[in-house]
């Protein structure tokens, strides 16, 4: 699924979709993260990696 039709389908700018798959993100918003989730049928542990600093 392309970042553009995944914002579509959670009604949020394409921007946001590309800002969260980026590597300068350090906050987003729990219920963007949440939509994102059920609309990938993922849990959010699938879709945030944590790296050391």
């Given at each position: 699924m392309s970042q553009r039709e995944l914002a579509r389908l959670i009604n949020v700018r394409p921007n946001t979709i590309s800002h969260l798959c980026s590597d300068k993100v350090n906050s987003a918003y729990f219920d963007t993260l949440e939509q994102i989730?059920?609309?990938?049928?993922?849990?959010?542990?699938?879709?945030?990696?944590?790296?050391?600093?």
């Open positions: 989730c059920r609309t990938l049928n993922i849990s959010l542990n699938e879709l945030l990696v944590l790296e050391d600093d």
